[in-house]
């Protein structure tokens, strides 16, 4: 069975804390990896997407990794501040056929106190 | 560009009754989905459409139709509503690239 684990399930930390999330997939045909950030009772934002043939993606204090061979992936975030408190999910893109199915991990809840 | 567009955002409904929940996007994007959210459970693909007038079922399509008539549109039917179908459901896009896009959600809640 397909799976996407994201260890810690809930993570607090004090603002200005340079911080990592992690994901991790069984099936090696995972093709790209997405990472998104859901406020509460909002839909997903996606933050990255890193495709099959990179390794990382950089947008402004995030920084996210996909090591295929290991079959992880990590969202680092440097000095973060309140207002990154949300809940992060990553998920696997499987290529196969007419679409590319998404397998989600359960999610991160990240709390960054003032 | 409104992305893309889900209504209603809130919907109770008693079981056995039926709505559709609607979803609209202004991007051009061939590919559809319709996902459920429950709690602890990550995101579970209902259905989904390569392009206008093709629809395919996902993990969990049971008690649930699609149509997609045009490019935009990809609206999710619930015929006789179930407690199970409480839910938070997306609808979302997809690029070439493979990614994907959500809507805001609509929260249901069968009675």
């Known amino acids: 069975k397909q799976e996407v684990t994201q260890i810690p399930a809930a993570l607090s930390v004090p603002e200005g804390e340079n911080l990592v999330l992690n994901c991790s997939f069984t099936?090696?045909?995972?093709?790209?990896l997405q990472w998104f950030r859901q406020d509460p009772g909002k839909g997903l934002t996606s933050l990255l997407l890193i495709q099959s043939s990179q390794r990382e993606q950089t947008s402004g204090r995030l920084n996210a990794s996909l090591d295929k061979s290991s079959g992880r992936s990590t969202l680092y975030i440097a000095a973060s501040q309140p207002g990154d408190s949300a809940t992060y999910l990553c998920a696997g893109i499987l290529k196969g056929g007419a679409t590319n199915k998404l397998i989600f991990g359960t999610g991160t809840l990240l709390a960054v106190q003032p | 560009n409104a992305g893309v567009t889900q209504t209603p955002k809130f919907r109770i409904l008693k079981i056995g009754q039926s709505m559709t929940l609607q979803c609209a996007q202004d991007?051009?994007?061939?590919?559809m989905y319709w996902y459920r959210q429950d709690p602890g459970m990550g995101l579970k693909l209902i259905y989904y459409s390569v392009g206008a007038g093709i629809t395919d079922k996902g993990e969990v399509p049971n008690g649930y139709n699609v149509s997609r008539s045009t490019t935009e549109d990809f609206p999710l039917r619930l015929e006789l509503a179930a407690p199970s179908q409480t839910s938070v459901y997306f609808c979302?896009?997809?690029?070439?690239?493979?990614?994907?896009?959500f809507g805001e959600g609509s929260r249901l809640t069968v009675l």
């Open positions: 099936d090696s045909a995972i093709y790209n």
């Open positions: 991007m051009n994007h061939n590919y």
């Open positions: 979302a896009t997809r690029v070439h690239t493979g990614e994907l896009f």
